[in-house]
């Protein structure tokens, strides 16, 4: 019997619909698991249904190219969602209108913040050149970031996790540290988290408040294309 299940497993391995469905199904038990909690932010959903596919990939000894032929269909989605993030925009237009200004001076600083504290950091504690490469764009979101470091030097692979795991730190951390701030407007706080954490973290911003989420949006649009101005002026320097 055992062997038999065994090829079961094998052939639907194999499947890309298995992925897909194995993907769609940790994400809703880590949505469920976060509303339980209380919308706690440190049991963030997209940490949890990676901790479980992750899991589940080494239990099974799935490589991630298997995986990645099957869950490709939610990553094609990106593209959409994040070109839909204008619906908001459109609907606050007003809001942002009036702290455009601002919010370009933000945006500077946190860019320049993400980009320097990152490579100095890792340049003090001795990290090769290709590492400084992937780890320069972490703040934007994944495809931006991957091409930015491609070009210049680093290992797309390693960039994505780096991207991911600083979406996740900064969905996690943003409300507990704003709050701790004192920052109340919906407009900062969004904006903030959208510069340091990207999508992940306006995805976060949105479950919070529609205004914080489309300030995020705004965020994470502007940062992915003043950081593939930013990122290749310091590394040529660093070089």
Not at 83 to 112: D, I, W
Request: charged share 10%; with cysteine.
């Amino acid at each position: 019997m055992s062997a038999e299940l065994g090829d079961i497993w094998v052939y639907l391995r194999a499947g890309p619909l298995l992925w897909l469905t194995v993907t769609l199904a940790a994400y809703l038990l880590a949505q469920f698991i976060y509303e339980r909690a209380g919308l706690n932010p440190l049991l963030n959903p997209v940490a949890l249904a990676v901790a479980m596919l992750a899991a589940v990939l080494v239990l099974t000894g799935t490589d991630y190219q298997t995986y990645f032929e099957g869950a490709q269909f939610i990553h094609f989605l990106l593209g959409p969602a994040t070109v839909a993030l204008a619906v908001p925009l459109y609907s606050h237009f007003g809001k942002v209108k009036a702290v455009f200004l601002p919010m370009l001076v933000a945006l500077v600083c946190g860019a320049v913040t993400a980009v320097v504290s990152a490579i100095g950091t890792a340049y003090l504690l001795g990290a090769s050149f290709e590492t400084l490469a992937s780890l320069a764009p972490k703040s934007v979101t994944t495809p931006i970031a991957m091409g930015i470091s491609d070009q210049i030097g680093g290992l797309p692979s390693l960039t994505a996790v780096l991207v991911i795991l600083t979406g996740i730190l900064g969905a996690m951390l943003a409300t507990p540290l704003l709050n701790a701030l004192g920052i109340r407007d919906w407009k900062a706080r969004g904006f903030a988290t959208g510069v340091a954490a990207h999508g992940i973290g306006t995805a976060r911003a949105f479950h919070v408040s529609e205004v914080a989420g489309t300030f995020a949006g705004i965020a994470m649009g502007l940062n992915g294309l003043l950081t593939a101005f930013l990122v290749p002026l310091v590394i040529d320097w660093i070089r």
